[in-house]
């Protein structure tokens, strides 16, 4: 039985069948399970109280993971003796003009925080407001209120909180390891310092301090992103894309990770409303149906994002701790948040993460034993380089010709002919080629940013030359985005090309899924592949997409059943479509292991550097690495 249970059983007698109001102490007892769930809910509170009294520094100690002790320092305006008895009262606050529960600007607002952690805690509240000459200090042992009397201190209020759960010791068993409680607490403490680039935040377990977020504001053109990038890493700051877009009085700003930046797991999702860090099932959906389109379902993006409302169009008083909201128009907010990450997205081009290039200077980094500071051991010593990484190298083909130099122009199209495969009239196979000298000047390698192809690896990978580096390319990734694209576009404007099969192709499949690829018969018809009905759990394939060119007709529907069983009914029907694109782009894509001309290499570079989205393929993995020389020397010894 819960605590709050055993309380109510004890204030309602059944056998009497007795209704009688609670006492003061068992109110607030109750309003502490709600409010004060957690060592970090009581940060929370205090932290968002320090914030709302206009602190420009916040200063928390947690001593045993909160559990002995959790001690918050601000430099805000204080409170006098008066205040000081008030704040400690339940339902006492100074952030509510007329008691209008519509119009809250502040973070916190009920008036419970206090007398909820005075009712099961040792709490002491020291201030002094700006201005007098004396601080006081007041104190609430498990409910019981003493005088204010005199104390020493600087302008501001400490709060401590000592013995957290004392006074109900059921609490005490569900709580975590120290360690774990100090870690959410951290978390906490981010989230708010997210919001606030202006306030110098710290977090101290009594012996160090393992957060500190110095004050950003003034320092850079854009001081939140500085702090997102104090926190958050140096990575993001280099893979984030700004979000700046505006709709009918509501406002989104903030940044948002590459897709080839992203986590198992959606904990680094930030998410705010008017300042308030919240976890919200409407935001954390629009925020999947965004980015849908670029990641697995088992990849999340890695973002901050700042959504600023009309007070009245957000209720923020629907849950205890006020970590959900409700807005007056999910669908305008959700359709913002969808829009300004796609634009964002649409906008970063054919650009992948540093992270990619990182990772594969991790793989390739030899691994010696050696104390030199060369990359391998003794000096002529074979390095120790990852497993396959001779053959790699002892298969790079060099597309050169005698005395002449290939240059293509801006406008090289990739081209498909009706088996899918990529044309051009000049097309020489690379492996056939002379040996040539290639000009390593700018004005060759330079004017692209993908560079000029220089071989092909493994008959998968594209190796290209750049103006200081080399870019290796995934061929069948890159062209599958591209023929994504392609597909989406003719979606768009005229609906997608088809063609005929000269023997109508019978696909057996078991009856669910049979049933639900038929219940899209129109949708899928708008992309190109006219299904049937053929009997009992099968269907017969008439036309496909004239995209995709030779494709296996039967792993195409059977990987198109298996998608609509698992399509989240939340989707848009233009997101489920977009899916379905993904999944044909996946089955028209040229395979690892074809081989490609030169012009066939250089012409798939092109279109990716003009097609939206082409560093990285549907399922959200990069499509290329790029390493610059500097780093590849490193590897060498070089440098």
């Given at each position: 039985m819960s605590e709050h249970s055993k309380l109510?059983?004890?204030?309602?007698?059944?056998?009497?069948?007795?209704?009688?109001?609670?006492?003061?102490?068992?109110?607030?007892?109750?309003?502490?399970?709600?409010?004060?769930?957690?060592?970090?809910?009581?940060?929370?509170?205090?932290?968002?109280?320090?914030?709302?009294?206009?602190?420009?520094?916040?200063?928390?100690?947690?001593?045993?993971?909160?559990?002995?002790?959790?001690?918050?320092?601000?430099?805000?305006?204080?409170?006098?003796?008066?205040?000081?008895?008030?704040?400690?009262?339940?339902?006492?606050?100074?952030?509510?003009?007329?008691?209008?529960?519509?119009?809250?600007?502040?973070?916190?607002?009920?008036?419970?925080?206090?007398?909820?952690?005075?009712?099961?805690?040792?709490l002491q509240v020291s201030s002094r407001s700006r201005g007098a000459s004396d601080a006081w200090e007041i104190t609430v042992d498990a409910g019981t209120k003493y005088e204010p009397k005199p104390t020493s201190m600087a302008n501001g209020t400490k709060i401590?909180?000592?013995?957290?759960?004392?006074?109900?010791?059921?609490?005490?068993?569900?709580?975590?390891?120290?360690?774990?409680e100090y870690g959410q607490a951290g978390d906490v403490l981010k989230r708010l310092a997210m919001a606030h680039p202006d306030i110098a935040f710290s977090l101290s377990d009594g012996n160090r301090t393992t957060f500190r977020a110095p004050p950003t504001a003034g320092l850079t053109e854009d001081a939140r992103l500085e702090r997102l990038g104090a926190i958050l890493g140096k990575e993001f700051r280099e893979n984030a894309l700004e979000i700046d877009a505006e709709r009918e009085g509501l406002k989104l700003t903030g940044f948002a990770g590459l897709p080839t930046y992203s986590r198992g797991n959606a904990q680094h999702q930030y998410l705010f409303v008017n300042g308030r860090p919240v976890k919200d099932r409407l935001l954390i959906g629009a925020v999947r149906g965004a980015y849908q389109d670029y990641l697995a379902r088992d990849r999340h993006p890695i973002l901050a994002l700042f959504l600023e409302v009309p007070s009245e169009f957000v209720d923020v008083n629907v849950h205890p701790a006020k970590a959900e909201v409700r807005f007056k128009d999910a669908g305008l907010v959700r359709g913002l948040i969808v829009s300004a990450l796609r634009h964002a997205l649409a906008e970063a081009g054919h650009r992948a993460s540093t992270t990619v290039a990182g990772a594969a200077l991790g793989a390739m980094t030899a691994h010696s034993g050696a104390s030199s500071s060369m990359p391998w051991g003794r000096q002529g010593e074979r390095p120790n380089l990852p497993s396959g990484f001779g053959k790699v190298v002892e298969q790079v083909y060099a597309p050169d010709g005698q005395n002449t130099s290939l240059r293509f122009s801006d406008s090289a199209q990739l081209k498909l002919d009706?088996?899918?495969?990529?044309?051009?009239?000049?097309?020489?196979?690379?492996?056939?080629?002379?040996?040539?000298n290639f000009s390593d000047t700018p004005a060759e390698t330079g004017s692209f940013p993908l560079g000029v192809a220089r071989g092909q690896v493994h008959a998968t990978y594209i190796v290209s030359q750049t103006n200081d580096g080399i870019v290796v390319v995934d061929q069948h990734a890159a062209h599958e985005r591209l023929v994504y694209e392609r597909m989406k576009i003719a979606m768009d404007q005229t609906g997608v090309a088809r063609q005929a099969l000269l023997l109508p192709e019978v696909v057996e499949l078991e009856e669910g899924p049979a049933e639900r690829l038929l219940a899209r018969v129109e949708e899928l018809a708008g992309l190109g592949l006219i299904v049937e009905a053929f009997g009992e759990g099968a269907v017969v394939v008439r036309e496909v997409p004239a995209l995709l060119g030779k494709v296996d007709v039967k792993g195409l529907v059977r990987d198109l059943a298996d998608e609509l069983t698992e399509y989240d009914q939340a989707l848009s029907l233009k997101e489920k479509l977009e899916e379905v694109c993904g999944t044909m782009a996946c089955h028209g894509s040229v395979r690892a292991g074809r081989r490609l001309t030169v012009d066939e290499m250089n012409a798939l570079l092109r279109e990716m550097e003009a097609t939206p989205h082409s560093g990285q393929c549907n399922h959200g993995r990069p499509t290329y690495v790029e390493l610059k020389l500097a780093d590849i020397e490193k590897l060498f010894g070089r440098r």
């Amino acid at each position: 039985m819960s605590e709050h249970s055993k309380l109510m059983r004890d204030a309602l007698p059944t056998s009497a069948g007795i209704i009688r109001l609670l006492n003061e102490r068992t109110i607030n007892r109750i309003a502490a399970g709600e409010v004060v769930e957690r060592p970090a809910s009581a940060v929370k509170e205090l932290v968002e109280n320090s914030i709302d009294a206009g602190a420009s520094r916040i200063d928390v100690v947690m001593v045993e993971g909160g559990r002995s002790l959790i001690q918050v320092i601000d430099d805000g305006r204080g409170m006098t003796p008066d205040e000081l008895q008030l704040a400690v009262e339940r339902h006492a606050t100074s952030k509510l003009s007329d008691e209008d529960l519509v119009n809250i600007s502040s973070l916190g607002f009920r008036g419970e925080a206090l007398a909820s952690i005075g009712a099961v805690a040792k709490l002491q509240v020291s201030s002094r407001s700006r201005g007098a000459s004396d601080a006081w200090e007041i104190t609430v042992d498990a409910g019981t209120k003493y005088e204010p009397k005199p104390t020493s201190m600087a302008n501001g209020t400490k709060i401590e909180v000592r013995d957290l759960f004392y006074a109900t010791p059921a609490r005490l068993k569900f709580m975590k390891t120290a360690r774990t409680e100090y870690g959410q607490a951290g978390d906490v403490l981010k989230r708010l310092a997210m919001a606030h680039p202006d306030i110098a935040f710290s977090l101290s377990d009594g012996n160090r301090t393992t957060f500190r977020a110095p004050p950003t504001a003034g320092l850079t053109e854009d001081a939140r992103l500085e702090r997102l990038g104090a926190i958050l890493g140096k990575e993001f700051r280099e893979n984030a894309l700004e979000i700046d877009a505006e709709r009918e009085g509501l406002k989104l700003t903030g940044f948002a990770g590459l897709p080839t930046y992203s986590r198992g797991n959606a904990q680094h999702q930030y998410l705010f409303v008017n300042g308030r860090p919240v976890k919200d099932r409407l935001l954390i959906g629009a925020v999947r149906g965004a980015y849908q389109d670029y990641l697995a379902r088992d990849r999340h993006p890695i973002l901050a994002l700042f959504l600023e409302v009309p007070s009245e169009f957000v209720d923020v008083n629907v849950h205890p701790a006020k970590a959900e909201v409700r807005f007056k128009d999910a669908g305008l907010v959700r359709g913002l948040i969808v829009s300004a990450l796609r634009h964002a997205l649409a906008e970063a081009g054919h650009r992948a993460s540093t992270t990619v290039a990182g990772a594969a200077l991790g793989a390739m980094t030899a691994h010696s034993g050696a104390s030199s500071s060369m990359p391998w051991g003794r000096q002529g010593e074979r390095p120790n380089l990852p497993s396959g990484f001779g053959k790699v190298v002892e298969q790079v083909y060099a597309p050169d010709g005698q005395n002449t130099s290939l240059r293509f122009s801006d406008s090289a199209q990739l081209k498909l002919d009706p088996s899918g495969d990529i044309v051009q009239p000049s097309a020489r196979h690379v492996e056939n080629l002379p040996e040539q000298n290639f000009s390593d000047t700018p004005a060759e390698t330079g004017s692209f940013p993908l560079g000029v192809a220089r071989g092909q690896v493994h008959a998968t990978y594209i190796v290209s030359q750049t103006n200081d580096g080399i870019v290796v390319v995934d061929q069948h990734a890159a062209h599958e985005r591209l023929v994504y694209e392609r597909m989406k576009i003719a979606m768009d404007q005229t609906g997608v090309a088809r063609q005929a099969l000269l023997l109508p192709e019978v696909v057996e499949l078991e009856e669910g899924p049979a049933e639900r690829l038929l219940a899209r018969v129109e949708e899928l018809a708008g992309l190109g592949l006219i299904v049937e009905a053929f009997g009992e759990g099968a269907v017969v394939v008439r036309e496909v997409p004239a995209l995709l060119g030779k494709v296996d007709v039967k792993g195409l529907v059977r990987d198109l059943a298996d998608e609509l069983t698992e399509y989240d009914q939340a989707l848009s029907l233009k997101e489920k479509l977009e899916e379905v694109c993904g999944t044909m782009a996946c089955h028209g894509s040229v395979r690892a292991g074809r081989r490609l001309t030169v012009d066939e290499m250089n012409a798939l570079l092109r279109e990716m550097e003009a097609t939206p989205h082409s560093g990285q393929c549907n399922h959200g993995r990069p499509t290329y690495v790029e390493l610059k020389l500097a780093d590849i020397e490193k590897l060498f010894g070089r440098r």
